[in-house]
């Protein structure tokens, strides 16, 4: 339902009335626009065909889409991802819906910008197992569509590099964005935006603590121009969660900086649209939003909630989907006779039984 306000009078009163002391320093509204300067039209464009493309991995079978599905919640919905030749890796893949608005990814933060994050998959083993970044651009160069248009916006000569593709990507995955949930709405003034259950649990969201980590715009402790967000996790080791979700085996941050000190540290991740991406976790094995809000008030906070409690807080969670852009499958350029996928020289562990 779409209440709008009768009044501005109206809005005061139903303000002044109700006892939300919404905290502007945690939570904010997301942003409209994510672009950079000279993310042009067609560098969007052309960075969701590569997107799209499943011919940039070495079976021809995997895109980018394969694991972040735009279609949906831009995840997998699976604990692990699973990538060519069906092998799978070790952590659940995040969305990448509003992942321009985090200063870091991964679940360790190990790339700093969404170029660097870009090239990782593509020459990734369980991922989309191309031998490196020379075999993906010559694959990129069998297909004479995709010349033309590296050399439109890139400028002539050597348009077709990693640095450009992934420049690319970046651009098409910064108009990935959701605005307009029913906390953006409220936020904005529209008291009507949120039900009575969600009000209670955003209230509950800040006074019992989720709000020391899961703040700014996208609820993951980033907000513009800040340095990425590592916290511990699990903190309260002696929760039952940790051993029944084996939350201690994965070290986290440390192994992308080898500092000791980053053990079982994890970027905090965003909360928006989380009610599409279940399973939960770096290790995808909770798979309930309920049971990862207990999870969360135990491991982190050290406390139990209510079911009444839980039933609020994810509810809450219910008014962070946003609204999510039209998009249009690209016409990706054709093969023009030639099959540009051979077999893989590689030999996989699945190829040797
Ligand atoms: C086989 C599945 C798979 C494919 C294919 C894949 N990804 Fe991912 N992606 C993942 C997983 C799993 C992670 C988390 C890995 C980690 O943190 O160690 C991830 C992480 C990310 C992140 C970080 C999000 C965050 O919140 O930290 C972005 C952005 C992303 N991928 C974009 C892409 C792009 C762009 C492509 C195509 C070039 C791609 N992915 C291909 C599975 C996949
Ligand atoms: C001390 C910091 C901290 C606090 C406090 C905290 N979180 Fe988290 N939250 C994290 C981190 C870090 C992760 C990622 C854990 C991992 O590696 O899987 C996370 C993950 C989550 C997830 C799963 C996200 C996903 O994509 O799988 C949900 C849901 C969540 N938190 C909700 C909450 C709620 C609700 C509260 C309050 C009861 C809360 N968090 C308190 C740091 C925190």
Known sequence: MNCKPKSLALVIVVTLLSNVQVNAQDLTVLPVVASKHGDTKEKVELGKKLYFDPRLSATGTVSCNSCHNLMEGGDDGRATS????????????????????????????????????????????????????????????????????????????????????????????????????GLDRYLAGDKFAMSDGQVRGMDLFESSGCTECHFGPAMNGWRPGSDAEFTEFPRFVESPFVQQFDLAADLGRSSATGDDADEHHFKTPTLRNITLTAPYFHNGRVSSLAEAIQLMASTQLDVEFTSEEVADLTAFMEALEGEFPNLSLPRLPSRSGESVIHASVKARPSDQG
Do not use: C
């Not at 699973?82 to 969305?95: E, F, H, I, W």
């Not at 509003?98 to 998959?121: M, V, Y």
């Not at 160069?141 to 420049?167: Q, R």
């Open 82 to 181: 699973m990538g060519v030749d069906g092998l799978t890796g070790p952590r659940n893949a995040p969305t990448v819906w509003n992942s321009a608005f985090q200063a870091s990814q991964f679940w360790d933060g190990r790339s700093a910008t969404l170029e660097e994050q870009a090239k990782g998959p593509m020459v990734a083993d369980v991922e989309m197992g191309m031998l490196g970044h020379d075999q993906v651009i010559s694959r990129i160069k069998d297909i004479p569509g995709y010349i033309s248009e590296f050399e439109a916006e890139f400028g002539k000569g050597d348009g077709v590099t990693i640095e450009n593709a992934v420049d690319a990507i970046a651009a098409f995955e910064r108009t990935l964005i959701t605005p307009n949930s």
